[in-house]
């Protein structure tokens, strides 16, 4: 089969061959027509980070298409059917096999770009706002990054559970993006801290989570925005990886969690669990419209290089996608 492929030296990508993946008895086979970009794509090109231990060595970690093959011990998919999933890594090919727990039911009013746009970043927000956040009615969610593709999935389920988004980003049309979805208080963190603005959202409280894709220039305001027994989800380190300070007394005197989180390397009966739960939420909300994949480009995986270039340069609002011949 064709794969999107790393030339070692120049870390440039280009379409070669590499050998079809092997079917297992609990797996499906899935045709390609659409994956999606995610920075973890960028860091894995450049050898930074690599693959779980077996897991395929092509970059993708969420694609879509047609189930083309099933193993023998699979009930419930055939051939023909179309699918959606989470990848520990193959999804830039013509062909990716899945654990058939793992395959997510393409709802028919969506393209399969648009299922694309759907795995990694509604799965990541679901398992960091319900799993480990303990999102509940009523709460205060802060999301960084809000028009990334994390962020716009995080805002839809934030206001799908019945608590307040908050946001920052980087420029207002973003921002007009995150509205859109559903979030009440909007920052531009290019003009001024978010911490003031988030207390005065709060009336002085804080919020109950936090969901962090910055890291370490943000910690001291992340911990000050936080409420009595608030949470704080780091899912990256885009602003560094190691905070200068840390006051443990008011992680102490508040009853502060502080969770790192990363779901790619989780195994794989739990993000079977992960994805079932979230069908079982999710499914029909894409049905009826509630909730929406969020894209903001689709390039012909010819241009995958164009493509990693434009999130390199922070330019997206949601998620990008490859579509596949």
């Not at 499906?28 to 659409?34: F, N």
Request: hydrophobic share 45%.
């Amino acid at each position: 089969m064709k794969a999107i492929l790393v030339e070692k030296e120049t870390r440039h990508l280009y379409i070669g061959e590499t050998p079809d993946p092997t079917v297992g008895d609990d797996e499906i086979l899935v045709q390609v027509k659409a994956t999606a970009l995610n920075r973890a794509d960028l860091l894995q090109k450049r050898g930074l980070y690599p693959p779980p231990k077996g897991a395929s060595e092509i970059i993708g970690l969420e694609m879509a298409g047609v189930i083309e093959a099933v193993g023998r011990h699979v009930v419930g998919h055939k051939p023909g059917d179309r699918v959606c999933a989470l990848l520990p890594g193959g999804g830039y090919a013509e062909k990716a096999v899945i654990p058939a727990g793992m395959a997510i039911p393409i709802p028919d009013s969506f393209s399969f770009a648009e299922a694309a746009a759907i795995p990694e970043v509604f799965l990541t927000a679901y398992l960091n706002l319900f799993w480990l956040g303990g999102l509940q009615s009523g709460y205060n969610v802060l999301i960084h990054a809000g028009a990334s593709g994390v962020g716009t999935a995080a805002i839809q389920l934030v206001r799908e559970a019945g608590a307040t988004a908050i946001v920052t980003a980087g420029s207002e049309e973003k921002l007009a993006t995150c509205q859109k979805l559903g979030a009440s208080t909007l920052i531009n963190y290019k003009e001024s801290p978010f911490l003031d603005a988030v207390k005065e959202a709060t009336n002085g409280k804080g919020v109950n989570i936090i969901l962090d894709f910055i890291g370490a220039s943000y910690w001291e305001q992340n911990i000050k925005s936080l409420a009595v027994d608030g949470r704080l989800v780091i899912i990256g380190t885009m602003g560094g990886a190691k905070a200068e300070t840390i006051n443990l007394g008011l992680l102490l005197s508040r009853r502060l969690q502080v969770i790192g989180t990363a779901l790619r390397s989780q195994p794989v009966e739990k993000k079977i669990a992960l994805t079932q739960e979230f069908c079982e939420f999710a499914l029909p909300r894409f049905q009826d419209g509630r909730l929406v994949p969020v894209i903001d480009s689709t390039w012909d995986w010819t241009q995958v290089n164009e493509a990693h270039a434009h999130m390199e340069q922070n330019k997206n609002t949601g998620k990008i996608v490859l579509t596949l011949p």
